[in-house]
C-alpha cells in the first residue's frame, strides 16, 4: 500500500521528468552544432583520426603520436569534426521545436489561469443574477424529428420563464408566445395571481383579464385566427393551459416535472392525435448572471495572446539568422582553401 502511495505521488512528476529531458536533448543537439570543444585545437591543420595528435609536418604517413598509417586511419580536419559533430538541419529543428514548445506551454498556461479567473469572477459577481428559461412546445404529429422544424399549417408555442438563477422561481411574469408559419406572434404575460394581458404582433394589447383559465387560453388562440371550436385546437389550448398553470407560480422546475406528469395525463385521456410535444428547449441569459458556466473569454482579452504570438515569431526568426551565421562562422575556419592558402 505503501509503494502504491509513493507512485501516485511521484506520478505527475513524470511527464514533467520526460519534459525536461526532452528539453536537455534539444539544447544538447545544439550546442553540438554551434559550439567546438574547449580541447579541440582551433588550427587549421589536420588531427590523426585514430588518437586526435594535431597533425603539423609530417615526413611520411604515419601519426607521429600513436603511428597509425593515416592513408588507413584518415586525417579528421576541424570542418570534418565539425560536420559530424552537428549539422544546420539538426540546430535548425532542435530550435524550432524549442521555441514554439515554449510558446504553446505558455500559451497553456495562459489559457487556464485567465480562463479560470475569468469564470470565477463571472460566477461569482453574478450570484443573485436571473436567466430566461424557454421551452417550446408544438403539436406532435407536425414535429419533423430530422429538421428539427415545425412543418404545415401548424404553429408553436414557447414558454418563456424570467428566473431567478439561484432558486429558479419567476422573476418576472410568465411569457406564453403562440407564433404562427407566418412569423407572427401573440404573447400573453400571466403573473404568479392570475392576471394576464395579451399583445399582438405590433406589440398592441388585444386583451386583457384578471383570471387564468382555458378560455383565457382560447383567448391567444382566437387572436392568432384560430377557431377555438374545432376540437383540435380546443385540445392544445386545454394542454397549454395545464402547463401555464404550473409554470406561472412554480417556476422552472415545477413545468418541467409537475407540469410534464399532468401533460402526460391530459393527454393519456383525449386523442393522441392531438398532443402537444415538447420540441427542445433553451437557456437565454448573459455572461454573469450566475447561471452556468460563462461563454468563452472576450476577444479583448485574447490581445496578450496576439502580441506574444507575434514576439515569438520575431524571437524565432532572429535566432534562426543567428544558428545560421554561427554555423557559418565556425566552419569557415579550416576550410581547405584557407590551409593550402596557408601552406
Not at 589536420?46 to 598509417?69: F, K, M, T
Not at 549539422?87 to 489561469?113: E, H, K, L, Q, R
Not at 407566418?182 to 404573447?187: K, L, P
Request: charged share 15%; aromatic share 12%; hydrophobic share 40%.
Amino acid at each position: 500500500m505503501m509503494w502504491g502511495n509513493l507512485f501516485l505521488t511521484a506520478l505527475p512528476f513524470i511527464p514533467a521528468s520526460m519534459l525536461v529531458l526532452f528539453l536537455f536533448v534539444l539544447i544538447h543537439v545544439l550546442y553540438r552544432a554551434l559550439f567546438v570543444p574547449p580541447g579541440f585545437d582551433d588550427t587549421k591543420g589536420g588531427h590523426c583520426a585514430a588518437c586526435g595528435y594535431v597533425l603539423g609536418s609530417l615526413s611520411d604517413n604515419r601519426c607521429p603520436e600513436c603511428g597509425v598509417d593515416l592513408l588507413k586511419a584518415g586525417v579528421l580536419t576541424r570542418r570534418m569534426f565539425i560536420q559530424l559533430r552537428g549539422s544546420s538541419v539538426g540546430a535548425i529543428s532542435a530550435w524550432t521545436v524549442m521555441v514554439f514548445s515554449a510558446g504553446g506551454v505558455a500559451i497553456a498556461i495562459w489559457g487556464s489561469v485567465v480562463q479560470t479567473s475569468y469564470w470565477m469572477n463571472n460566477a461569482m459577481t453574478g450570484m443573485g443574477g436571473s436567466y430566461t428559461q424557454i421551452v417550446t412546445y408544438g403539436p406532435q404529429t407536425e414535429w419533423d424529428d430530422e429538421t428539427r422544424e415545425l412543418t404545415g399549417d401548424t404553429f408553436e408555442v414557447r414558454f418563456e420563464l424570467p428566473s431567478d438563477s439561484m432558486s429558479q422561481a419567476l422573476i418576472d411574469p410568465l411569457r406564453v408566445v403562440l407564433e404562427l408559419p407566418s412569423g407572427d406572434e401573440y404573447t400573453m404575460e400571466i403573473e404568479e395571481r392570475g392576471a394576464w394581458t395579451l399583445g399582438g404582433p405590433g406589440g398592441d394589447r388585444v386583451g386583457e383579464g384578471e383570471a387564468l383559465n382555458a378560455e383565457t387560453i382560447d383567448r391567444l388562440f382566437e387572436a392568432g385566427g384560430f377557431d377555438t371550436s374545432d376540437e383540435a385546437y380546443r385540445s392544445y389550448s386545454g394542454q397549454i393551459f395545464v402547463l401555464a398553470d404550473v409554470a406561472k407560480s412554480g417556476g422552472v422546475s415545477a413545468i418541467q416535472s409537475e407540469g410534464h406528469t399532468k401533460l402526460m395525463t391530459v393527454q393519456a385521456t383525449g386523442d393522441y392525435a392531438y398532443a402537444l410535444a415538447q420540441n427542445g428547449w433553451s437557456t437565454s441569459g448573459t455572461a454573469g448572471t450566475g447561471f452556468g458556466i460563462p461563454g468563452g473569454i472576450p476577444y479583448t482579452l485574447w490581445g496578450p495572446v496576439l502580441y506574444g504570438f507575434i514576439g515569438l515569431v520575431v524571437v524565432y526568426f532572429v535566432g534562426l539568422v543567428m544558428i545560421l551565421r554561427r554555423r557559418r562562422k565556425i566552419l569557415a575556419v579550416g576550410q581547405y582553401t584557407e590551409v593550402r592558402g596557408a601552406a
